[in-house]
Nanobody, 122 residues
Framework: QVHLVESGGGLVQAGGSLTLSCAAS????????MAWYRQAPGNQRELVAA???????NHVDSVKGRFTISRDNAKNTVYLQMNSLKPEDTAVYYC????????????????WGQGTQVTVSS
């Protein structure tokens, strides 16, 4: 079983900063890709940023230059540093892990956290 827990969401004024964290637990051997998604009311869930185990990253165009994804493989934790926040960044942010292998040998193609609310006021 893989459990993802997000933290760091909250209310912030436009132009401010916020850092999200997501810790994966469950006797994990490896995680190929960790990512952040977000979903605003009435919108489809979208990929915000992703990072592979080797450090390669991708960020959606709308957040490039403002958001930075990073990870600590030893802690099985992924972070999303969000700067220059805009009202349109308001959404529930979800942590995602792809291709997780645990020490028992079980394999989990995709795991999701419960989500954390980020609200940016204007």
């Amino acid at each position: 079983q893989v459990h993802l827990v997000e933290s760091g969401g909250g209310l912030v004024q436009a132009g401010g900063s916020l850092t999200l964290s997501c810790a994966a637990s469950g006797s994990i051997y490896s995680i190929n890709v960790m990512a952040w998604y977000r979903q605003a009311p009435g919108n489809q869930r979208e990929l915000v940023a992703a990072i592979a185990s080797g450090g390669t990253t991708n960020h959606v165009d709308s957040v490039k230059g403002r958001f930075t994804i990073s990870r600590d493989n030893a802690k099985n934790t992924v972070y999303l540093q969000m700067n220059s926040l805009k009202p349109e960044d308001t959404a529930v942010y979800y942590c995602n892990a792809k291709d997780v292998t645990v020490f028992s040998g079980s394999y989990y193609p995709q795991s999701w956290g419960q989500g954390t609310q980020v609200t940016v006021s204007s």
